[in-house]
């Protein structure tokens, strides 16, 4: 059964998007702004448990240089910066959706 999985699925496009989303973080960070469309550092911070201001930082960084997530810094004080979703990122809404409706079918 494996091997007949391993035939069917290109790995490269597999392994590709797991660079992209794998990780505690990422997908929690995506699902967010799916939600929101706009989010805040701060709103980010507090709306998932646990992450650290380092390791969100780092993730919201890696995330930006893939092309998933959008930074805008407004020029005022107390700085301003507000998260979006590029168009690659809002992409992933269909496959977020699936997760979550995998959730619901097998959490039981």
């Not at 810094?73 to 979006?84: N, S």
């Not at 977020?96 to 039981?108: L, S, V």
Request: include cysteine; hydrophobic fraction near 35%.
């Amino acid at each position: 059964m494996v091997k007949r999985i391993i035939e069917v699925i290109d790995k490269k496009p597999f392994e590709y998007t797991l660079s992209i989303i794998a990780g505690k973080w990422k997908m929690k960070i995506i699902y967010l702004l799916i939600c929101s469309e706009v989010a805040r550092y701060g709103e980010i911070k507090r709306s998932i448990t646990g992450i650290t201001h380092k390791m969100l930082s780092s993730q919201l960084k890696e995330l930006e240089l893939d092309g998933i997530i959008n930074r805008k810094e407004y020029p005022q004080i107390p700085p301003k910066v507000e998260y979006t979703l590029t168009t690659k990122g809002k992409s992933l809404k269909q496959l977020i959706k699936d997760i979550c409706q995998w959730g619901i079918e097998n959490d039981k």
